[in-house]
């Protein structure tokens, strides 16, 4: 922006990048690349500070790829795209999808998975890249057995239903194909599919959800399709019992043996070697590790398995045909799962436990600090490094999470030990495939269990608000709910264990930021990262009296790695305080209603909320600054024009007696009588920021800094009102006016989240609607906001219960919850066998309870389980009635 467009004075609105230049988009080229040389143009693209090259996207150029024992075939590629990208293709057609261990070979080179094509001599339209199958290693032949598996598997929702293999449950198909999917079944309460394609008005609705059906069955629930089931290849195939092979087996090449059951009924064990697989003469009796006549010696498990059963051939032909029917987004494992809270009842086997096909053997971990850091640094100059960045931070941090799912799962099952038993289980912490795990414990006197609850999402908010600020490193974090329990997930600080005892913290203090001692790297760094986080600098007192700067909040901590990172930890205050539900005059010397507009309080503002972590969204902040720069502006065009009267007088006495001379032609002191007016921290242009620790209790501020103090804490009132008075009757209108049309739980999140009003304002929201004029057009957003506030409670009851439940009568406990909250009957007692052995809290959780187990006592137990509906509605109503959520 030029100096023309940013204001009098420099001051800029501040809504434009404050770090980084823009990018323009690409456009198209039809050249390709020729002879293996690229030819792709660059243009260059201003941005008013400087000129950057932007590549332009090249166009597509066939390729043929030649198989063993496949016709050639051919496929289009891109000089961008890297080697990667074609393996991946292949891994999708119904000719190589089953192979697993080769390479691409371009007149007997190899091609490097992570190079481009462009770049690849002698690459040019037409050219024949041959597969050539490689020889295995251990690793090679589990990965290979998991993907047949995985292909045997793929029509089978079983891996959905139960969360496992990257498959989630999808609507998909039945919504792509378009018609009615699914028809009433005449006195049954089950569907049956139809044909797709037909006319919307001649599908009549499920009989289950029309009114008067007695029936309210949880199978319509999940997906179905009429092709989900195909013909089965195999009846089983798993680890033999003679599997891993002994020390003399191992020099003879075996890496692992398998068992196989045909669909003929023939049994056979095989040997995966480093040229393939072949039969042996093993039962399961007697162990003969020797080839079998004919061995039948294939690289390819598949095409071992079509010689030995011609069942297998025909089957397995026709699945890859109809998997390569489903959409391309169903035959890809999601990294991020979609977990179903139902599930039919499904037999289990197991000649099909797929625990022994991981990637990673048991007993190795990674480093996934390290594996993030480097793909965070990983170059960004020409689209194709962009393109390999975002790919290795993707892989890095799927990985990470399925890691952290399954560790989260083990820790509140009881199958990880902590490292550190002989403290309060509340403060057990876990490491589980390289993953630190611990559990959110009491919070203290930020507000007990719903303080610990809290303090985990803010962290990971703040981890993302500084995931790019330059110099400046934060550590992979995951949240993760389950059976109650919330549990943070991070990857180790490199020399964490190895320097457990020497002092590294060098930002922040050790006693929860109450004694800070900062570096001036740290203060660098945090410096350049305060600026587009609206981060006040300011100055705290140590314990010994001395003065402290910081960028951060004091409870922020920040050290230096092995690696010679620099890391910054507890970052849940990040964000400014919401003074809307901060205890009164708690922080700030005040009393109550001073400081706030006059009637402000008559609104319920502020009130008091069970934890003291209530924290402004980013949104919000980003909203009040334009908001506040709005104000700005027009205060500096007032002045500026109350200037231009006092020059032009014609009697030559200036208004209110100040002479022509003392005019302000530049707008200089009308800027800086508008920065001190909204608040701003400089005096010379518009620069709004915040303290984080401007009305925490436990911090001490420096007399020096009272005034800087009182005007934050005034600036954060402001902020409160705003949101109070001005966004939440913004998007009223919004949902007014259409502009804004939540129509269920998520999208009223999102459009709320959008706009920075937290959840534990929808009560506001509702008292403002049924005050309007307009309420009965905003009847349904009425309605959604009391839907709403009626299931976060429900949320919250049956997350504190279900902690003392075990796993054995979790399903009894949230059924019977469900029934409680939602059925209108009374509901019946439940058996005292199935209740009696389930309620007692875990011992490693730390919270012991002396609930007797006798059905009597069981009223006590989940929210008076032996008690009617009518007792569980009233209580939950009364919940109901706080507005303020989360």
């Not at 480093?274 to 010696?297: C, D, K, M, V, W």
């Not at 039919?344 to 390290?370: K, L, M, Y």
């Not at 600036?715 to 009102?721: G, K, M, Q, S, T």
């Amino acid at each position: 922006m030029s100096d023309s467009e940013e204001g009098p004075s420099g001051a800029k609105p501040p809504s434009q990048a404050e770090n980084g230049t823009g990018e323009a988009e690409a456009g198209t080229d039809d050249r390709a690349c020729t002879n293996g040389k690229e030819e792709s143009p660059e243009v260059a693209v201003g941005d008013g500070e400087g000129v950057g090259l932007v590549e332009v996207q090249d166009a597509a150029f066939p390729i043929k790829i030649q198989v063993p024992g496949v016709e050639l075939f051919e496929l289009q590629v891109r000089c961008r795209e890297l080697a990667q990208s074609l393996l991946q293709a292949l891994g999708e057609r119904e000719e190589t999808c089953q192979r697993t261990c080769y390479s691409l070979q371009l007149q007997g080179a190899a091609l490097d998975p992570l190079s481009e094509l462009g770049a690849v001599e002698g690459l040019a339209p037409g050219a024949v890249l041959r597969l050539i199958d490689e020889p295995y290693s251990l690793r090679d032949a589990r990965v290979h057995v998991a993907r047949l598996q995985e292909l045997l598997r793929s029509l089978d929702p079983h891996d959905a239903l139960h969360g496992r293999a990257g498959r989630s449950l999808s609507f998909l198909a039945s919504v792509a194909s378009g018609g009615c999917q699914e028809e009433a079944v005449p006195g049954s309460s089950g569907v049956k599919p139809r044909r797709p394609g037909c006319d919307p008005a001649d599908c009549p609705p499920p009989g289950h959800i029309l009114p008067g059906s007695k029936d309210r069955p949880l199978l319509p629930l999940q997906p179905g399709s009429a092709d989900s089931k195909a013909a089965p290849c195999l009846l089983a195939l798993a680890l033999s019992r003679w599997s891993p092979p002994p020390g003399n087996r191992k020099l003879q090449g075996d890496l692992l043996y398998l068992s196989v059951r045909t669909v003929e009924g023939r049994r056979a064990d095989i040997t995966s070697c480093p040229r393939g697989f072949y039969i042996n003469q093993s039962t399961p009796e007697e162990f003969h590790p020797q080839a079998a006549s004919p061995s039948l010696l294939s690289h390819s498990l598949s095409d071992l398995l079509a010689q030995l059963s011609p069942a297998f051939k025909r089957g397995f032909t026709a699945l890859l045909r109809k998997r390569l029917q489903l959409h391309p987004l169903e035959r890809i494992g999601t990294p991020y799962q979609t977990y179903s809270w139902t599930a039919p009842s499904i037999v289990h086997s197991t000649e099909w436990d797929s625990c022994c096909w991981e990637e990673q053997a048991p007993g190795q971990t990674r480093d996934w600090n390290e594996e993030l850091q480097a793909s965070r640094e990983l170059p960004q100059t020409s689209l194709a490094q962009r393109l390999l960045r975002d790919r290795a931070l993707f892989k890095v941090t799927s990985d990470f999470v399925s890691t952290a799912v399954r560790g989260a799962v083990a820790v509140i099952d009881g199958g990880a030990a902590p490292l550190n038993p002989s403290e309060d289980p509340r403060l057990h912490v876990f490491l589980w495939g390289g993953v630190f795990l611990s559990l959110a414990g009491e919070g203290g006197s930020l507000g007990g269990e719903r303080a610990a609850r809290a303090v985990p999402r803010l962290d990971l908010a703040g981890v993302q608000a500084y995931s790019g600020a330059q110099g400046l490193h934060a550590l992979s974090t995951a949240l993760l709910d389950y059976r109650g329990y919330r549990l943070s997930a991070q990857a180790l600080v490199p020399g964490l264990l190895e320097r457990e005892g020497d002092n590294r913290v060098c930002y922040g203090g050790s006693d929860s930021g109450r004694d800070p001692v900062a570096t001036r790297r740290f203060l660098e760094l945090l410096g350049m990262a305060a600026k587009p986080l609206r981060i006040q600098r300011h100055r705290v007192l140590q314990p010994s009296g001395s003065e402290t700067t910081l960028y951060t909040s004091a409870d922020c901590k920040g050290l230096v790695g092995n690696d010679g990172r620099y890391y910054i930890l507890d970052l849940f205050k990040t964000f400014p305080p919401d003074l809307n539900f901060l205890p009164q005059g708690e922080g700030e010397g005040e009393g109550e209603g001073e400081g706030w507009p006059p009637g402000y309080t008559s609104l319920g503002f502020p009130r008091e909320f069970p934890h003291k972590l209530c924290r402004l969204r980013p949104e919000l902040v980003e909203s009040f600054i334009q908001h506040k720069y709005t104000q700005f502006m027009n205060l500096v065009m007032e002045r500026m024009q109350e200037s231009q009267e006092k020059k032009h007088d014609d009697s030559g006495e200036g208004v209110k007696g100040v002479s022509p001379k003392d005019a302000d032609p530049r707008g200089v002191d009308a800027v800086r009588a508008a920065c001190r007016d909204v608040g701003s921290v400089s005096n010379i242009v518009f620069e709004i920021r915040f303290n984080p620790d401007a009305s925490e209790p436990g911090v001490r501020i420096p007399d020096s800094e009272g005034e800087a103090l009182r005007l934050q804490r005034q600036l954060l009132r402001e902020a409160a009102v705003f949101l109070v008075t001005v966004q939440i009757p913004a998007f009223v209108s919004d949902c007014l006016h259409q502009l804004t049309v939540p129509v269920d739980g998520a999208t009223l999140t999102e459009a709320l989240h959008q706009r920075g009003i937290n959840l534990r304002y929808m009560g506001r929201i509702a008292e403002l609607i049924s005050q309007s004029e307009n309420k009965q057009r905003l009847q349904h957003v009425y309605v959604r906001t009391g839907k709403q506030k009626s299931t976060l409670p429900a949320i919250q009851m049956i997350t504190e219960k279900s902690q003392g439940v075990e796993l054995s009568s979790l399903s009894a406990a949230v059924s019977h919850f469900l029934n409680c909250l939602l059925c209108s009957c009374p509901c019946p007692a439940a058996p005292a066998s199935v209740v009696e052995p389930g309620w007692r809290r875990r011992s490693q959780a730390g919270r012991q309870t002396e609930i007797s187990t006798r059905a009597g006592a069981a009223d006590r137990r989940l929210g008076g389980a032996n008690v009617d509906s009518t007792t569980c509605s009233v209580e939950f109503k009364i919940k109901a009635l706080t507005p303020d959520i989360l």
